[in-house]
Structure formats: structure tokens, C-alpha cells
């Protein structure tokens, strides 16, 4: 080797101390600008509300740089898109350690100690990482170029489904021109860079300690071998030189000071999203605080400073509206828009040095940046799309503050006001009797044990569209006999049980949500029992992960582990089995809130029936419709429900049999949706409990049940 | 300026109910209270002229019963009532509408509104007498269905339209101060939030007795009534059946009924 000192990266050669300093002024002007940008976001932040999302802040820093690292969050759903932000993300970061190390010694160390270390084998090895580390950054963005003027992707059309063409935001092309800009001018830095790498080649091509070592960095080697051919002198290659160093050093410095105010802050928006991540967001709603005067958010200062961080911490990349069901089907609303709207307003009005009046703050309306209520009201709270955010961000407990604001002022749909008044008068969305909840136990040939009264092992809390709707019924008396012949000691709360309150908090109906919430725990805690059960799984979500805000910390179980294990240990026998073809849709309250995917696919290959997947399935699992209140309020006629849409999907299973559903829910949205989609005959739509009842056979006498129901109604005409 | 509204808390009748032992009543145990869905509208009525009005105005609730009916008033002060009056007597028991009236124009004869409100009736018991009954202890004039009302706060007098049959509009000047039993459908009643209502509760309900308002035992109950319940029941059903089926098959079950019918 050459004296390893000199086989080092050339700087500024041949540069006039006046180009030098000029250069600096550059540089400083830059990070003063990127400084100032940061401040106002930082300022914008914080005139949000405090958030709980502090603490365990080590844990949180290891988890982001391992989502970071690994790109888990990018890579799903679309590998192609994920990778390819991996080489950018990663020619990145590879590219600013390898500037801030120049720096750290050019700069800092060798004017201060006096030492040296970025040369000879360092410096190779350095050379040939940072040349593979912009290849695969210019390779990543030129696959995001092609994506986006070829692939036509609907997740990249930034037009909003909830504006109208000739809307001053319909079409947001100024996104569209931003992402352009930003690839442009990242790609060309990394091209002059090679280039720039090249001339120096060439330009010193007579100097040993840097021509012998080209190989070191191969694409500029490549380059100045090409550059060689086709003429370029050394002294043409020193003058190319001079121009490009500047346009590069320039472009580069302004990407920099650019990074606050344009998307590329997502670096460490995206980055301080991840870290504040909180694993039960939308699970867990978040509490009003008793002394706070109006719930929810009104203004764009009811938001915390989390929420706002939310808003710039979006990439635009549509993920989540892909997968939203409401969206799916041509409701007015687009999480990512939600999000976008927040953000373009957040910026209007709390950029300015002054915050501007409460009355310009109101985040409510039909202006622009405001969001419309239709919107709101159209989300399902299906979780769809803070699953699949890669940054993290979490759009339904903003969505429920939003909508806690419109039911104080009364603005929703007038029958979902309606069963909120009949909930609140009745304690259940059907405006039944109290003492009806349990009527459906007469038709059973054994007794049911009261919990209130007796010490069970299991509390089975049955909630409102298992007791009272009389399709339901039929399932939740299969289940009582699946328990009682597996000779499990049960018992329930007969009319001491109120709806769950999971739908009415997420409606955004929170006082509501309080009473029901309080007056169960009240009466579970009265009871005594080891674990709870449901069939429900809106009530599992909300006893399970909301009820301990409120003092109620329960063991709670959805039916389809209970029986998994009843019939592993060999307590439930079936009798035959089932080969019939199968699909299961996953309910959003225990797939996605509750990662329940495994159990009822476990059982249903115990029945002997062959599952065959949708295509959305598990935690991409499509909502059918009901969540977040909807299923209170009518769906707009001639449009395309999600029950059906989901029907469609099924359909495409050849000799499909059953579309197996385990929630109550879902058995009354897909059933109906079975008949009004067309594929009635085709297959049927069963509850999980029904094909597990089939399989068994019952020593208990069957008692006459429809006789009895019928001699209770006569058909009456007046 | 004040606008009073009188309000009740009505029942509904749960699943599978019992009669009182007296025969008179349904088994408190079976009833659902509620406030009275007039009332949600006249309430909101005035709420709409405090709410459009430069000059101060007070809305003041006022209901006759005993202490589970805090709850309903609690509920129109939560939709933002100003203040609400209750006034109970265990000796007002048993009282018909026109009593109810009676006390109801003594406590309006206290508070001095420029305007009473009242829904055209109650949904359980329906008399559709109450506010009329007011106004004429009050001497005020009265106007009934009252389902559009224009009224400017302090004027002496109000343009009101009156549902009539038959889908007929009648518009009606009256003078005011006066007494008008608003219809269903005269405005959209705001919602009112379960923490609404819960705030609510630190708001006062004042509890009135007979003598604050200058009346006696004698005055009210049953005894002073001009009606008296002798007895409630539910009339023995007539059986009508739906029969189905083909036109052959409906008239074999038709004779065959018949036949029954004549014990044959
Ligand atoms: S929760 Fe579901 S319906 Fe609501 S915005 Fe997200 S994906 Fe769409
Ligand atoms: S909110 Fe998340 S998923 Fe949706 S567009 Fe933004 S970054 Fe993508």
C-alpha cells in the first residue's frame, strides 16, 4: 500500500480558502434553517395536550429501532414498495453516518486533538460501503419513481373521497409535486455524487494513492472507466469537477434545511411515531377526565401533542385507506384523509407565532382542512387501518374524540340517537325489558345457574345481540348446551347485565359508556367466578381491555378458546365430523383488537372441515360493517354495503359451503347480506358455535321448543 | 325575561307487568320513567328563543312528582334548562290534570314567566288538559298543538300556527303572556349527553312544598279532583287469526273455525 495517511478522500483540493469559507456560510445557513424548521414544529406540538405516552421510553427506543431496522411495518402488504424504501432508508442513513464521520474528523477531532483516523484500510472499506449504500438508495428510488408513474397504484391517488371535484382540496396535486420533487432531488444528489466521485478519479487518475484504489468504489470507478473512453482529460475532469461539487454540495444542503418543512420530515416524525406507539390504541379508548367540560375534540388544540406529531408523521402511502372498509365501498371517508386534513390544518393555524382565535381553531365543518361529519360518522372503528400504518399512526381514538364532540352538540344520525336514548333507558340497543335478557334460557331443557347468587366457574356475559336478537338466540342456546354437556360450571347475570358499552364508547357516547361500564362491574364484582366467557366479541374487547380503566380486571375469554381446550382435553366429545369447505372471517374484535385468529381455525379443523382462506384475512380481515356503531345506523340505500362486499370475496371459492363467523354480529350482517348480494343458495353463513353444536350429541332431553314460542305469539290481526 | 316549562315524567310499561293491588295502577315495579316526549319539544322550544336572543333569558323547568322525577329534570337541565322546580306533597297522590294545572299556575303565579310551555299531552296519561287547565287558573290566554310558534322575547303578543284534522293549519295571534301546549315535531330536540346530564347533577333541582306556593292539602289529591280512576285493565282480546295458505286450504280452515265457534 501506499503511505496509508495519503490514501484518503480528497476534500477540498485545489479549493480557494474563499470557496472554502463560502462553503461553510452554505453549511451553517442550512442547519440554521433545518434548526428553525424544527423549532416551529416542536412549538406546533406543544400547544397540544399532554399525553400519557411517556415513560418505559427504553423499551419504546429498542422497539423502534427494531421496526426501523427490520422495515416489518413497510414490508407488509407490499414487499416490493417496503424493500425498496429499505435500500433508500438504508443508503441513507448509510451515507449520513459516512458525512458526519468526514465531518466529526475533518471538523471537530483533527482541529482539536489533533488526530487522524479516516484513511488507508478505514477509509477503503468506508469508501466501498457508502459506494454500495448509494446504489441501492439510487436503485430504491428509481423503483418508487416507476411505481409511481406506472404501476397506477388507487393508494397513490391523493383525490379525496370526501371532496367534490372543483373542491379547493379535491385533488391535492401539490402532494403529487412534492413527492416528484423529492425523488428528483434525492436521486440527483446520488448520482452527481457518483459522478462527482468519478471526475475525481479521472481528475487524478495520475496519483497512485488514489487511482490504485479505485475498485474501492466501484460505480465511480465504472463511471471515470466510461468517462476515459469516451475522452475526458484529467484537466476536463478537474473543471467538471468544480461545477458538479458545487451543485451537489448545494442540492444536499438544501435537502437538509428543506427536511422540516416538506415530507422528508418523516424521518423523524415517522421515527417518533413508532417510538410513542401504544400497543392498545383503539382497544382502549381513551378516558375523559370527570372535570373536563365538553368530551372529545372541537379544536385543533383538544389535541395532544402525540396526535399532532400523528399528522406529520404520515407518508401518504395509503395503506390504510386500501384497507378501509368504509372506504371499500364509497363512503366520504379516507383514514389517510382524515389524517391529511388534520395536518394541512394543524400547519394553518398553529405555525403562526400567535395562535390565531378559538373560533379559527374548530376542526369541525366543510372548510377546507375541516372534517366533514359524514366522515366521521362512516368509520366502523375496525382498527383496519391502525394495523397497517407503518408509522404507527392511530386514527380511530382520534376519530372517537372527534365524534365524542358531535354527539355532545347532537350531531348524528337521529335513530342512532334514538338507541342511545333507548340503551341509556333500557340498558340494551333493542329497547327490550331488562327482565327479557335471558328469556332465551326457557327454551332449554336444563336450568342455567344465577352468578348473582351462586359462586360459578365461568360467568358467561352473554351481551345484547346474543340475548335479544332471536337468530342469535338459537346460537347462544347451542352454546348453553355445548357448556352443559362438556359439564362446565356456568352461570350468568341474567337481567344484572347491561350491553358492554364497547360500540357505545366507540360511537363516542362516553358518559353512556361510563354508566354501563361502572354498573357491570359493579355487578360482576358482586359475583364470584374465576373467569368470564363470552360469545360476544365486542364485549370480550371492551371487558377485557377498557374495564380495568375502570376498576373491573377480570380474566375474560372468548367461547372459541373455551371450547378449543374443552375438546383438547377430551371434555367435549364429537360425535361426527364435518367435511364441509369452508371460510372464516375473522370478527375485527378478535382478530385484530385481540389477536384471536388461531382458536376458531384450530376448532374447525377438529370438526373435520376444510378451511380455505379469503383473501383479506386475519389482521387484513374486512370489517362487515357493524363496528364503531354502524350497525345502528342505516347504511345509504343503492350503495354497496361491506357485509357485501365481503360476500363477493367468499363467493370466489369454488364449492364453498360455509362462511363460518364467530361474533353475533356478524352472523346478522353476512346473513342478511348472503340474501341481498345474490349468493343465497350458493353457500350459507354459520357461526362457529352452530357447526360445533352439529358435531355433538346430547343426552338431554330436547325439550319442544318451537311449539312453545308459538303458543306464547298466536298470530294476531287487528 | 323567563319562560317557564312544565314538564312530566311519563311511564312506559315493561315486559310482563303487574297490576297495583287497588286495581287503580300498574305495579310501580313495571313502569319505566322517562320524560315526556312533548316536553322534549317544548323545552327545546324555548331553549331555541334564550338561544336566539340578545337579552337575558331564563328557562326554568318545573315538574310535579316525587323524587325519582330529579332525573328527568335533571335532563332538561342538562340540554341547558336554567333552573328546575319540583314540587311534591305525598297529599298530591292521586290528583287529575286539572289539579296538576292548579299547582302548576301557583308556582307560575311565583316565578312570574312572560311565557308557560307545555306539551299537548303526556304520553301515558294523556289527558291533554294540564296546560290547559294552567292557563285558566291563570287566567292567561291559551292556545293548544301549538307546532310553529314566532315570538319575539318582551312582545305582547305571538303568531302561532295550530295543527288542525286533516292536515290544516291554523295561524293564530294570541297575546302574551300566555299559555301554549306545543306539539311533536315543532323543532329537533337537542341530545343530551349522559355527562351532560351528569354535570347536570351540580346544578340545584329546588323542591317546593304546597305552602310555597300559597295552596293546601285540601287544595290537591284525589279529594279535590273532579275525576277519580276507579280502575285500570286490559279489555279481554278479541282472537283474530291470520289464516293462510291456498284459497282451498283458507276455506276448509275457515268452516272449520266457524263449526268450533258454534261448539259443533
Ligand atoms: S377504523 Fe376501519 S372504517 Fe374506520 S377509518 Fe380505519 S379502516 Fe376505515
Ligand atoms: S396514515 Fe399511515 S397508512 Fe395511512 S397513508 Fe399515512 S402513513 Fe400510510
Redesign the interface.
Known sequence: MNNPKEVTRILFENFHPQAIHLFYAFGYAAIAVFIYGCYVQIRKYRRGKPDGSWGELLHRFIDMVKTMVTHRTLVRRDKSAGRAHGLIFLGFVLLFIGTSIITLEYDIIEPLIGVRFWYGNFYLWFSLVLDLAGLGLIGGLIYMMYRRKWLHLPKLDYKRVDRQLGDADFDRSEYRLEDWAFLWSFILIGVTGFILEATRLVWLSGRPSVWDYRMWSPVGALIANIMQTIGVTPEGAGALRSGLWWFHGLLSLTFIAFIPYTKIKHIFTAAASLMFKDPLAGRRLPR?PDEQ?V?GYKTITDLTWKNLLHLDACTKCGRCQEACPANAVGAPLSPRDVILSLREFANHTLNAKELPKEAELDIHGKDIGQVFMETLWSCRTCLACVEICPVAIEHVPLIVQMRRNL??A?E?DPLL?KT??TI???GNSFG?????RASWVKALPFEIKDARIEAVDYLWFVGDYASFDPRNQKVTQGFARIMQKAGVDFGLLFEGELNAGNDIRRVG????Y??LATANIQSLDDCEFKSIVTTDPHSYNTIRNEYPDFGGTYEIQHYSTVVKKLIEDGRLQLAKKLNYKVTFHDPCHLGRFNKGYDAPRDILKMLGCELIEMGRTKDNSFCCGAGGGRIWIPDPVGTEKPSQNRMKEAAIIEGLEVFVVSCPKDLTMFEDALKTSGYEGKFIVRELIELIDECMEYDFPEKEVFADVLSLE????? | MKILVAVKQVASL???FEMRVDKKDVEEDFL?Y?LNEWDDFSLEEAMKIKESSDTEIEVVVVSVGPVRVDESLRKCLAKGADRAIRVWDETIEGSDSIVIGRILAAVAKKEVPDMVFAGVQSSDQAYSSTGISTAAYLDWPHAAVVADLQYKPGSSSAVIRRELEGGMLQEVEINCPAVLTIQLGINKP??A???????AAAKPIEEISLADIGLSPADVGAGSSMSRVRRMYIPA?S????IEGTIVEQVAKLIQIINEFKGA
Open positions: 375523559v367540560k368530551a354527539v355532545e347532537g348524528m340517537e342511545l336514548q341509556h333507558k333500557t327490550e325489558s331488562k327482565r327479557k357516547e362516553e358518559g353512556l361510563e354508566y298466536p298470530h294476531l290481526a287487528s | 315493561d315486559e310482563d319505566l322517562d337537542r341530545y349527553s349522559l355527562r351532560g346530564i351528569k354535570q282480546k282472537r283474530a287469526q291470520m
